[in-house]
Structure formats: C-alpha cells, structure tokens
C-alpha cells in the first residue's frame, strides 16, 4: 500500500484485521457473560431504586470520557498517521501534550460536574429522600474520579494506533469483570452506594496504572522523553474539536433516555428501562471490537489507498450484519420467554417490548459504527458532529414527549427511530467522501429481500415455543444461505473458507 510503512501494512493486512477485532470480541464479551450472572443478583442485593440510581453512575463513569474534549480519539489518529509515515520520533511529544491537554481539561470538568452534583441529584433525579444523601455523596465521589477516568483514554489510544489490541483486551477484561463482581462483593459487606462506587473508581485507578506501564513497554522514548511542546496545542485541538461535540452530544443522546426517565416517572422506572437496555446494547460490543481496530487503520490508509479504506469499510458493514441479523431476530420472537426465565414475570410486563425495540435499534446502531468511524478516521468529524447538533434538539422533546404520553414504551420507540434516522444519515455522508461507499453490489432483486426480512418477524405470530423455535430456525438457516450466496464475495467466501479449514487442522 503506497504511503504506508512495512509494519502498519502489516497490521493493515485482512489477517491482522480479523485477528485483532477477535481479540476485541473476546475483550468486550468476557464482562458480558459476568453481567448476565450477576445483574440479577445485583437488583435483588440493592433494590430497584438503588440499582437505578447505580446505573446512574455507570453511565456518569462512562460519560466521564467526553472531558478529553476528543483528544484521545485524536491521539489516536495522529499517532497512527505518523507511524504510517514512519515519523516516530514526534510519537513523544505528541503522546505527553495530549495527556497534559487532556489532564487539565478533565481537572476543569472535575469542578464544573462537583458544582452540579445538588442541583442533578436534588432537582432533576426523581430519587426518594431517603436515598439523596448517599446518592449526592455518591456523585461527589464520581466527580473527583474524572481525571483518571478521561487521561485513561489517552494510555488506551497510543496502544490502539500501535494496534496492541491483545494487550488492551486483557486490561479491558479485568475491567469489565470487576466493574460487575466488585458492586456485587460489596453487597456482603454494605449496600451503600458510596462505598460501591469507591471500589469502582479504586478499580479505575489500578487500571489507569496497568494502561501507563504497558505504554512505557512498548515505545520507550514515551517514558525518558517527557516533553510538553506548545505548537502542538493547536493541530491537536483543530482535529479534537469536533470529535469533542460529538463526544458530548452523542452520550447525551445515547443516555438521556434514563435521565428523563428519572426525572418524569421515578428511579424505579429506570430499572426496567434499563435492565434490558444493558442487556441488548452488550451487541454493540461487535461493532465497537470491528471499529476499535478500523479507525487507526482508516487514519494509516485513507491518505495513500482511500479505495482500501473504501474495501475495508464495505466488508466491515456485511459481516456485522450477517453477524447480529440472525442474534437481533433470536431476541426479538424469543424476548417474553427469555425475560421471564431470567427476571421473572413482573419483567416480562414491564420489559419485554422495550427489549424487542432495542434489539431492532441496536441493529441499525452497529451498522452505524462503520461510517460514523470511517469519516472520523479520514479527519472529518465536522460532519458526524453537525448531524448530531442536528439531531439533538428534535430527539430529546421527541423523546420527552413519548416519556410523557406512553412511558418507557414510548422511550424505546424514539430510541428505536432516532437509530434508523442516523444510520441512514452517516451512511449518505460517508457516500459522498467516497462514491460507491453504500454500494454492496447485492447479486438479488431488493423486493425479495424486503419480502424476506418481513416474514423473519412471522414467529411472532406463533404462541408454541417449538413451534417458533423450528420456523426461526429455517428462517436463519434461509438467511445465512442467502448471505454467503448473494452477500458476500467469491474472494470473501475463499478467505473464511480458509480461515475455517486453519481452525480444523
């Protein structure tokens, strides 16, 4: 590939590729499998209102990464860029002004969130009183975590440009496991939620440690170079910016559903809005492994091989729709059944439609990732943050207003439209950087794939569980031939054939 180095070419390779987002699937799914053990336990050891307002503060401690103001991400692609113009001499410096920009930035959102913490938990968040003061100490705490939680960023993008995703899976394992079992440990000694969340930000703080050394490891100059330098601020910043405003608006759209929830109805509420919310967004986690690995390598190719960058993004969006199709279909005609085994019926009423809404949302979501990563990549985030400007204002009244008239029923609806919307948008957007972007070159009349995703929804129509079972299972079986027959490529059912014969012998 013209332009980039023998070693990020190798990295670039389909191979390395697939290797790499394997280690990210193995990553994001070990805290998966924990939290389906665990989170009924957890509901039960806290409470519906505790848990509710624990949830709270995982969004918060997620939320939390929007104070880098997009220099992590940014990080991340410049470093890329240089190691594929083989120019790692600037790695240093480029690696300590952005940690330093990032430290200062969340250190100023650290005062900003412990000035609000009253006026969020008191007026906004429908808790009852015998839980506001725990819960405002509790978001106190929160806040003074926000510069290990957002300088953690940073450690992890230097890892992702140099495509050490091994390395960062192994961390993020630990983390995500803990982040379950530690609340859950708690509960033997104390139900307070202060006391949980410190254990958490404990658990932050360890693998901020865990993140830093392995940087050391791997580019040694990093640790003997030290060096801050001002005209780096601004290129920094000029890629960052628009990442930042998407790195805002996007959380806020992406929880804000809880938050209304909250507010309107009651803390309750938020449980089974998002016990199944949880549960379902836990698909993302194959996107997000696919993109984690592509967005470095969008920023290393785009410049010298966009008709790669192209081939990359194209193959990335069929294989995590013939990836999550069939799983989406299992959850939606099975989401009664599967709640009520895993929570009980209480949750059955309250929860299984709004799982089965989410489901379809988180479909169009994952297929989302891929332009929304590749215009980042290529140094156009202007255009992801504009539609999210754009979007913003007519999501949260709609969602407002479905709060208000149908409850969190009407909550997973918009969610639902507000996915589809987007995609759709990203995708038309993506097209024009690259001509040909939405192309998949489908070898089938679109009618007939419109009729046949339309009968996939036909076990619903069904009572008898074996019944359903057996005609889902046709219609997956039916689904997987057409991908591998229509879908896919003849050079893309060649290399999985042979990747399926390496994994025989």
């Not at 993140?211 to 040694?220: G, I, S, T």
Request: aromatic share 14%; hydrophobic share 55%.
């Amino acid at each position: 590939m013209k332009g980039i180095t023998e070693d990020v070419g190798k990295n670039l390779s389909g191979a390395k590729v697939a290797k790499n987002v394997i280690y990210n699937l193995i990553g994001y799914g070990a805290p998966l499998i924990v939290a389906v053990i665990v989170l009924p336990q957890l509901i039960k050891g806290l409470g519906e209102e505790r848990f509710g307002i624990l949830n709270l503060a995982w969004i918060v401690i997620g939320y939390f990464s929007l104070f880098d103001f997009g220099i992590g991400r940014a990080l991340t692609k410049i470093i890329a860029e240089k190691l594929g113009e083989n120019k790692t001499k600037e790695i240093p410096s480029i690696f300590w002004t952005s940690l330093f920009l990032m430290f200062v930035a969340s250190l100023l959102g650290a005062v900003f969130f412990i000035f609000l913490t009253p006026t969020i938990v008191q007026n906004f968040l429908n808790i009852s009183p015998k839980y506001l003061s725990e819960s405002t100490d509790t978001f106190y705490l929160l806040a003074i975590s926000i510069p290990i939680v957002t300088t953690t960023t940073g450690l992890r993008g230097l890892l992702e440009a140099y495509h050490k995703f091994g390395i960062i899976n192994v961390i993020r394992i630990i983390l995500g496991i803990f982040s379950f079992l530690g609340p859950l440990i708690c509960l033997v000694f104390t139900a307070n939620l202060f006391w949980i969340t410190l254990v958490l930000i404990v658990l932050r703080i360890i693998i901020w440690i865990l993140y830093l050394l392995q940087c050391f490891r791997l580019n040694v100059s990093i640790k003997k170079e030290i060096n801050i330098k001002s005209d780096l601020i601004k290129p920094i910043f000029k890629l960052s910016g628009w990442i930042t405003v998407s790195n805002i608006i996007v959380p806020l759209i992406i929880y804000m559903d809880r938050f209304l929830i909250g507010s309107l109805i009651s803390a309750a509420a938020i449980t089974y809005y998002a016990t199944p919310y949880e549960v379902v967004t836990k698909l993302l986690l194959i996107p997000g492994a696919v993109v984690a690995v592509l967005f470095p390598a969008f920023s290393a190719s785009y410049s010298g091989n966009p008709d790669y960058t192209k081939t990359l993004s194209i193959k990335a969006v069929k294989y995590i729709f013939i990836i999550l199709y069939p799983l989406m279909l299992f959850i939606v005609v099975f989401a009664k059944e599967g709640m009520n085994i895993w929570l009980g019926e209480k949750f059955v009423e309250n929860s299984a439609l709004i799982l089965q809404m989410l489901s379809i949302g988180v479909l169009f979501n994952s297929l989302a990732y891929i332009p929304f990563s590749f215009l980042q990549g290529i140094g156009k985030p202007d255009i992801t943050a504009k539609l999210n400007l754009l979007e913003l204002p007519f999501y949260l009244f709609a969602m407002w207003f479905a709060i208000k008239k149908a409850g969190i029923n009407g909550a997973a609806l918009i969610w639902l439209i507000r996915m589809f919307v987007d995609a759709v948008l990203l995708f038309v957007f993506a097209n024009r950087q690259i001509p040909g972007y939405s192309s998949f070159n489908l070898r089938i009349n679109k009618l007939y794939i419109i009729i046949f995703f339309t009968i996939s929804f036909s076990p619903l129509l069904i009572y008898n569980v074996i019944i359903k079972l057996i005609m889902l299972t046709i219609i997956i079986f039916s689904f997987l031939v057409i991908a591998w027959k229509y879908i896919l490529q003849r050079e893309e059912r060649v290399f999985l054939l042979s990747r399926i014969k390496i994994l025989n012998s």
